[in-house]
């Protein structure tokens, strides 16, 4: 998923809790130069808040999500095992 020129909307955070109801990570692309670097994080951060996610890796205008159990996923359908 990409970040264009618009920035942060209310359009792209639909489309990431979109994304995240179907997939448990999902990849996220600010075009370079829309924010400063230092505010990155920031962005991250905001966008992980308003998805009700985790930010699991952030380096530059890339920056990975995870949805949160909550979302409906059971820990039988993220792959995860209880075997003894």
Known sequence: MRVGKSGLTDS???E???QLSSRS?????VNRG????????????????KTNSS???ARGNVA?????LNRGLTQSSRGDCSCP
């Open 55 to 57: 930010v699991v890796f």
């Open 16 to 18: 990431l809790e979109g």
């Open 12 to 14: 792209v955070v639909v």
């Open 34 to 49: 829309l924010y400063a670097k230092d505010d990155l994080n920031t962005v991250w951060n905001v966008m992980a808040e």
């Open 64 to 68: 990975v999500f995870l949805a949160k």
């Open 25 to 29: 990570l999902v990849k996220v692309k």
